[in-house]
């Protein structure tokens, strides 16, 4: 149990796309979802936490209106890229976690995100 | 403040056994967690510590010292696949969201 997909695995756009990664846990309810970026040879970087029915709470330094999280339900977090630009380019990764606080959370397999 | 420390880089024999240290420093604690990833991967959930002591799970074992401040991870029996970086984190009390605080990871290079 605890299968956590996120869709793409890649993608390569152009500056100024936006792009949209989902992020569904397949046989649990997550009351949770965690984004996060990663770059090479460095460890994760938490950008927001995402609570279904509400609004994500952004980490300092994290651009709102450039990253839009939606969690509409309990199994689907959403990560929008807005207007992604070379800068943006990353491994990103979202985590889902069932409601109690000592659970812990299960990866999806991320989305490499490339801006040329 | 926050910080985790784990060391940067570590080398084992297969079939040998190996510790990777985490030592913490946080406003609060509610747990630590470990995570192994591969290269190129997501981190999979390893084990889960909350209270002092021991877990065991197969080849895995996780020991917590809160007073310490400090966790180990204990890998036997090594295999290559368990060439991977390995993740400790940490669970503050930070209210209903419960984020993790992440250390930097401890790359494991196991040689035949």
Redesign the interface.
Known sequence: GAVVSQHPSWVICKSGTSVKIECRSLDFQATTMFWYRQFPKQSLMLMATSNEGSKATYEQGVEKDKFLINHASLTLSTLTVTSAHPEDSSFYICSARRGIANQPQHFGDGTRLSIL | GQNIDQPTEMTATEGAIVQINCTYQTSGF??L?WYQQHAG?????LS?N?LDGLEEKGRFSSFLSRSKGYSYLLLKELQMKDSASY?CAV?ENAG?????I????TSLAVNP
């Open positions: 509610n747990g967690f991967e997501a981190p999979t959930f889960y909350v993740l669970r209903n969201n419960r984020k993790l992440w250390g930097l990871g």
